[in-house]
T-cell receptor, first 115, second 110 residues
Framework: DTEVTQTPKHLVMGMTNKKSLKCEQHMGHRAMYWYKQKAKKPPELMFVYSYEKLSINESVPSRFSPECPNSSLLNLHLHALQPEDSALYLC??????????????FGPGTRLLVL | GEDVEQSLFLSVREGDSSVINCTYTDSSSTYLYWYKQEPGAGLQLLTYIFSNMDMKQDQRLTVLLNKKDKHLSLRIADTQTGDSAIYFCAERRGGNKLVFGAGTILRVKS
């Protein structure tokens, strides 16, 4: 099983709302990732968690707040977003981070629209 | 600079072979990947190749790596309409950071 699930599939929110994106994997992977993908562009890395600790923050604005409550779950808390934050948010996981061959497996994404 | 480059569009007839090309930048990249993305969906891992290999075959897929020229290609044999999608190559840089190309739109005409 190489499945990464994400909820919700679609999300519409206003600029004053607070919402959360969720990601789950049951492959025993200890590294999880958030990517942002704008239309007709490649995915761009936002955050990396390794063993439930934040390892990489690619200078993401603080209105995006990641959380890794356990090794299977990854959340992305959203607050005071801007319309330009509208994008497809992809979660990925890999066995570990930073050693050897660590293929990343992606979820289907959450399509976010900020009004 | 730092970009992974791909041609933007490829159109082939059903049953023909498709070849998607990619040029990467970091000669120390250890792994190179091909992902497929269908409309509105996430990324599906197709295949990957380790940098000490020059070819890898997996059913209809053949990956060729020219490390000297930092050139990677994906050949899809007997291309089907279901292969229509965007194909991203990605190089793995420091740690496990994936850097993606802009994607190649493959259109398969029946």
């Amino acid at each position: 099983d190489t499945e990464v699930t994400q909820t919700p599939k679609h999300l519409v929110m206003g600029m004053t709302n607070k919402k959360s994106l969720k990601c789950e994997q049951h492959m025993g992977h200890r590294a999880m990732y958030w990517y942002k993908q704008k239309a007709k562009k490649p995915p761009e890395l936002m955050f990396v968690y390794s063993y439930e600790k934040l390892s990489i923050n690619e200078s993401v604005p603080s209105r995006f707040s990641p959380e890794c409550p356990n090794s299977s779950l990854l959340n992305l808390h959203l607050h005071a977003l801007q319309p330009e934050d509208s994008a497809l948010y992809l979660c990925a996981s890999s066995q570990v981070y930073g050693r050897g061959e660590e293929t990343q497996y992606f979820g289907p994404g959450t399509r976010l629209l900020v009004l | 600079g730092e970009d992974v480059e791909q041609s933007l569009f490829l159109s082939v007839r059903e049953g023909d072979s498709s070849v998607i090309n990619c040029t990467y930048t970091d000669s120390s990249s250890t792994y190179l990947y091909w992902y497929k993305q269908e409309p509105g969906a996430g990324l599906q891992l197709l295949t990957y190749i380790f940098s000490n290999m020059d070819m890898k075959q997996d059913q209809r897929l053949t990956v060729l790596l020219n490390k000297k020229d930092k050139h990677l290609s994906l050949r899809i044999a007997d291309t089907q309409t279901g292969d229509s999608a965007i194909y991203f190559c990605a190089e793995r840089r420091g740690g496990n950071k994936l850097v993606f190309g802009a994607g190649t739109i493959l259109r398969v005409k029946s």
